[in-house]
């Protein structure tokens, strides 16, 4: 259990550190969407790479029984996000990823 807290927590610092400003390198379609999502949220991205494996950790945490409100809260607790984009990356995840490992 806690190394899934700490795996949440280093996602969430890496995604924090990964948004605001940039752009979009070799992406596939389902990245695409990803992106295009936060994007629509008002989200920008400097590291897309980084941005799509935080996705991609969130989904697994998940699946191993995180809460969501876990993962909003460590996106939170890095100080770069509120709760609303936190719930907005949370959700933009589980949409495009979750659903389509």
Known sequence: MSIRIT???????VIGAAIVGGGIANASAQDDTFLQLLQQDGIT???AADVIKGAHDFCDALAQGASSSQIIQDLVSTGKFDQSDAKNILNASVA????NP
Do not use: D, G, K, M
């Open 45 to 47: 991205v400097t590291n």
């Open 96 to 99: 495009v990823y979750c659903q």
């Open 7 to 13: 795996t949440l927590i280093a996602s969430a610092t």
